[in-house]
C-alpha cells in the first residue's frame, strides 16, 4: 500500500468543532475516503455528568451528552468507529451496585464497535467479568491475555476487521501486566503475554495477510513511563511496525491532541489518550485517497 508519510493535527477542539468536524485536506473531496474513529477510554463507571461545584471538570462528562454527541458525528459521517481502550469498570457506586451491567448495556446503546480490557475490569474477577459479557453487544478485544485456563477462554478476539467505505480496519488490543495490580485471586490462570511481541505479529497480520489500511491498536499499557523497561503507548510505537494509531488507556492522560512517533522503520504513528471519567471524546480523522495515501486530523472533544 502506498503511503504519504505526512500527518496532520489539528490546534484545538473547538476550531475541530467550529469547522462542523471537517478540516481543508489537500485531497479532493470526489476522490477521497473518510473515516472517523471516536475513542473513550478509562471511563470507570462514570454515568452521570459531574456537578457544577466539580472543579475543574465541572458539567462535563455524562452517558446521555457522549451518546448526543456520538450520534451527531456519526450523523457528519456514517463511516465512523467507536472504541474503548478499557477501565470499564469501578469508580462509582453503580459498578458496586450492579457489577458492570449498567455500563456494558449503555455502551451496547451507544453501539460501540468494540472494547479491550483493562486491569480494573477484573474487579469482580474473570467470573464477574465473565458473568457480564451477556449485556455487551459489541466485541471485546485482547490480543496478550491469554484466557485458555480461564472462564472467558473463547470470550474474547485476538483481532476484528471492519469494512467502512471500501477501507478496511484492523483492530488488536493490548492489557497491562495484571500481577501487582490485580489481585491472583481475580484473574485467577489469565496469562500476560509480551505486548510488543504480540503487537508485532497481530499488526503483520493485519497488514499482510489480512489487507488492511488502517491497523489501529487498543491498548491499555500507559501513555509513558520514566522507566525504559515498562512498555508504554510510546514505546510501543518505537518499537513495533504496521500500527497505524495507538489509542491508549490506564495512565489517565489528557493529550490535546494526538503524539505523532516513529516506528521502527520511520512511518509515523499517533498515540492519542483522553483522559479519564468519560470527560472526553476523542475524534481522529483519516482521509484516504484513490492510491490509499493516508492524512489524518486528531482532536479531544469536550463532553458538555
Known sequence: MKRRDFIHNTAAATAFLGLGGVSAMSFKAETRKHITIL?????????????????????????????TLVERIRKENP?????????????????????????????????????????????????????????????????????????????????????????????????????????????????YLDPIEIATDKARILKDEENCDLVICLSHLGYEYSNSNEVSDVKLAKTTENIDLIIGGHTHTFLKKPRVEKNKVGKKVLVNQVGCYGLYLGRIDFYLDSENNIEADGVKIAIN
Do not use: C
Open 79 to 191: 463511516n465512523t468507529l467507536l472504541l474503548d481502550a478499557g477501565d470499564i469498570f469501578q469508580g462509582t457506586p453503580y459498578f458496586n451496585f450492579y457489577g458492570g451491567e449498567l455500563e456494558f448495556k449503555l455502551m451496547s446503546m451507544l453501539k460501540y464497535d468494540a472494547a479491550t480490557i483493562g486491569n480494573h475490569d477484573f474487579d469482580n474477577g474473570t467470573n464477574g467479568l465473565y458473568a457480564q459479557l451477556p449485556h455487551a453487544k459489541f466485541p471485546f478485544i485482547s490480543s496478550n491475555y491469554d484466557f485458555s485456563d480461564t472462564i472467558m477462554d473463547g470470550q474474547v478476539k485476538d483481532y476484528k476487521t471492519f469494512q467502512k467505505d471500501g477501507v478496511k480496519i484492523g483492530i488488536f488490543g493490548l492489557g497491562i501486566k495484571l500481577e501487582g495490580l490485580v489481585g491472583k485471586n481475580l484473574y485467577k490462570e489469565t496469562k
Open 39 to 67: 475513542h473513550t477510554n478509562d471511563v470507570h463507571s462514570h454515568i452521570e455528568p459531574f456537578g457544577p461545584d466539580a472543579g475543574r471538570n465541572a458539567n462535563l462528562g455524562g452517558v446521555a451528552r457522549r451518546a
